[in-house]
């Protein structure tokens, strides 16, 4: 597994925002798409390519597409904030949407909704702003793996580094991309510092 820490001024700036316990529900949104559109070009930096010959007004070249199919998978709910990042640089990306919900009292999580797109060779690129457990991302993985993926990529906004851990040790493969690694856990199994409860701040709830 690969785990890329995006440490660029703007990620540490926007991130600030989005953890001050004044910012208000308002502002998440858009900080959240900013935030997105910077993790998502360091997540794509490395999706293959083909090349074709092509010509410019002024001679022929060679030009450079992405050469295989892309499914977004955000993790319903607070996945939803990076979506529209997401598709703004990937317009031609499928989308596929997982329903998890941590339990309130175990912080397990439970899948309450599943609708995906064909799957098979294609890299998927999980949206989920937290990763905490790793259990959320775990269940999307495994079952993005069940239907045939070729290459898994995670995008988080911040992680804990138990859930790092545990996602290095299960899913080798699976490449992560965040825009800040945390201290720890506390009991309830929320991210220190972090910000509370993402999809809470994002939606309002
Ligand atoms: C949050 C977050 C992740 C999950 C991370 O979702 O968006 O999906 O928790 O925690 P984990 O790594 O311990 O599984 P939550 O379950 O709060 O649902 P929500 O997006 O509907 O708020
Ligand atoms: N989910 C969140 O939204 N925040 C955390 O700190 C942990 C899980």
Do not use: W
């Amino acid at each position: 597994m690969s785990l890329t820490v995006t440490e660029h001024a703007l990620v540490l700036h926007i991130l600030t925002q989005l953890r001050d316990e004044n910012t208000p529900h308002e502002a998440y949104f858009s900080l959240t798409h900013t935030l997105s559109r910077i993790l998502l070009i360091e997540a794509t930096r490395y999706l293959p390519l083909a090349s074709f010959p092509m010509r410019t007004p002024m001679e022929e070249t060679t030009g450079a597409r992405i050469s295989k199919p892309i499914v977004l998978v955000p993790i319903l709910r607070a996945g939803l904030g990076m979506l529209s990042a997401a598709t703004e640089l990937l317009p031609s990306a499928k989308i596929g949407f997982l329903g998890l919900q941590r339990n309130e009292t175990t912080a397990i999580a439970e899948s309450y909704y599943c609708k995906l797109p064909e799957m098979v060779s294609a890299t998927a690129i999980i949206l989920d702003p937290m990763l905490a457990t790793g259990g959320s991302a775990e269940q999307a993985i495994v079952r993005l793996m069940t239907e045939g993926v070729e290459e898994i990529i995670l995008v988080c906004a911040v992680a804990s580094p138990e859930g790092v851990e545990y996602l290095t040790e299960h899913f080798p493969d699976v490449h992560i991309v965040v825009g800040a690694l945390d201290r720890c856990l506390n009991a309830q199994k929320y991210i220190l510092p972090g910000l509370g409860d993402f999809g809470d701040r994002l939606f309002g709830t």
